[in-house]
C-alpha cells in the first residue's frame, strides 16, 4: 500500500499528474487563496518536500525560529520569527519561547500569511518551534478568513518527554485550528519497519504531501468528481480531531481491497465508528470509471454517523494505470490521549499519560 509513498521517501520519483498538463477549473475557482504553512523544522521540511513536488494549487509559506534551517528549505515564502529573542539559533525545544517568538511577530506574520481561504498547516508535535508557535500561526490565520487544516504528526512512544510536550500542543492547537489531523509516527514504524529512521521522517512527509497536493489539486484543476472549497469548508470547518488513512490496491479485486486496506490502515490508533465526517480523495488510472468511486466511498463510509458529512473528490492519473489509491481524512473521532475542542484543554490526563504510551 505504501510502494510509492516509501519510493517517494527514498528519493525515488511518486506518481503523480504532471505540472505541465495541470490547468485550473475556471474563473471562479482561481480566487480561491489555498496556502500551506510549514512551522518548525519538520513542518519547514514538510514545506520543503511540498514545494519540490511541483505544486501550483498552493503558496507555500516556511516558518521558524532557526535561521539556519530556513535558508536550506524551498519554498515560495520563508519567515524568520523571534529575531530579537532567539537570534535565529531556533527555539531550543522550549514551547514556551517559541510562543513568544510567534506572539513577538504577530504583525509579520499576518502580512505574510495573508487572507487564505484555506491554510494547511504543517509542523511537527514534541518539539520547540513546531509546538509552540504553531497554534497562534493558526490563530492568526483564521482570524483572516481561512479554514485551518493542521496536518501534525505525534512522537514515537520512547520519547516520552516529547509525549508530555506533543499532547499539550495538540490540546492547544485544537482549539485554535478548524481541524487537526494526527499522523503516528509509531504507525508508520509498524508499516515500514525497515525504513532508516530518517526516511522514516522523510515518509511522514510524503503522507501528508500527498493528502495537501491531492485536496488542493482536486479544488483548483478538472477532476472526474470535484471537491469545491465549500465541500472542504462543510467537513472540516470545526471538524475537532482528525485521523488520515491511506488505501492502496490494484487487480481484478481492486476496489474491495482498497476499501479493505484503507479501512485497517489509519495512521492515528482510533476508533472512527460514528465519526462525523469524512473528506475523501480518490486518484486511479483511465480505467476509473464514476460506479467505482462511489462504490468505494460507500464501502470505507458505511459505519459512520447516519448524519455525518461526507464529500469526495476523484481524480485520473494515467500513470497509476489500473491501481486505486485512497486518502481518508475522518474527522470528529476521538482519542484516548487527546481531548476535543470546547473540553478543558488544560486538564491533565490524570493518571492516562502512561496509559496512552502504551495505546500507541
Known amino acids: ?199 522514516a521522517f522523510e515518509l511522514a512527509d510524503s503522507i501528508t504531501t500527498r493528502a495537501v497536493r491531492g485536496i488542493a489539486d482536486t479544488i483548483m484543476f478538472p477532476s472526474l468528481i470535484n471537491v469545491d472549497y465549500a465541500d472542504v469548508r462543510t467537513v472540516m470547518g470545526n471538524g475537532g480531531l482528525a485521523m488520515i488513512s491511506l488505501g492502496e490496491a490494484g487487480g481484478h479485486d481492486r476496489v474491495e481491497n482498497v476499501i479493505k486496506n484503507t479501512l485497517e490502515h489509519p495512521l492515528l490508533d482510533v476508533d472512527y465508528e460514528d465519526a462525523k465526517g469524512c473528506l475523501l480523495h480518490l486518484e486511479g488510472g483511465a480505467d476509473l470509471t464514476l460506479g467505482d468511486a462511489i462504490k468505494i466511498g460507500e464501502g470505507i463510509t458505511q459505519s459512520f454517523d447516519e448524519n455525518a458529512v461526507v464529500k469526495m473528490g476523484a481524480r485520473v492519473v494515467p500513470e497509476l494505470r489500473s491501481t486505486i489509491r485512497v486518502t481518508a481524512i475522518v474527522t470528529g473521532i476521538k482519542s484516548p490521549y487527546i481531548f476535543q475542542k470546547g473540553e478543558d484543554a488544560n486538564r491533565r490526563l490524570e493518571g492516562r499519560e502512561d496509559e496512552s504510551i502504551q495505546y500507541l
Not at 475556471?26 to 519540490?52: F, H
Not at 503558496?59 to 519567515?79: E, F, R, S, W, Y
Not at 518527554?161 to 481541524?179: F, G, H, M, P
Not at 489531523?181 to 509498524?190: P, Q
Open 1 to 199: 500500500m505504501f510502494d510509492d509513498i516509501i519510493k517517494a521517501a527514498k528519493g525515488e520519483p511518486e506518481a503523480s499528474v504532471p505540472v505541465k498538463e495541470a490547468k485550473a477549473k475556471d474563473d471562479e475557482d482561481i480566487t480561491v487563496r489555498i496556502t500551506v504553512l510549514g512551522v518548525g523544522g519538520a513542518g519547514c521540511n514538510c514545506v520543503n518536500r511540498i514545494a519540490n513536488s511541483g505544486i501550483k494549487s498552493a503558496k507555500t509559506i516556511a516558518i521558524n525560529t532557526d535561521g539556519k534551517h530556513l535558508n536550506m528549505v524551498n519554498a515560495d515564502k520563508k519567515v524568520l520569527i523571534g529575531k530579537t529573542i532567539t537570534r535565529g539559533l531556533g527555539a531550543g525545544g522550549d514551547i514556551e519561547i517559541a510562543q513568544k517568538c510567534a506572539e513577538a511577530d504577530n504583525a509579520l506574520l499576518r502580512k505574510e500569511i495573508g487572507e487564505n481561504e484555506l491554510v494547511f498547516l504543517c509542523a511537527g508535535m514534541g518539539g520547540g518551534t513546531g509546538g509552540g508557535a504553531a497554534p497562534t500561526i493558526a490563530r492568526i490565520a483564521k482570524e483572516q478568513g481561512a479554514v485551518v487544516i493542521a496536518m501534525v504528526t505525534y512522537p514515537f512512544a520512547l520519547e516520552r518527554v516529547r509525549l508530555k510536550k506533543a499532547q499539550q500542543s495538540i490540546r492547544n492547537l485544537v482549539q485554535e485550528c478548524d481541524t487537526v489531523v494526527v499522523i503516528d509516527n509509531n504507525r508508520l514504524a509498524s508499516y515500514a519497519p525497515n525504513l532508516p529512521i530518517n526516511k
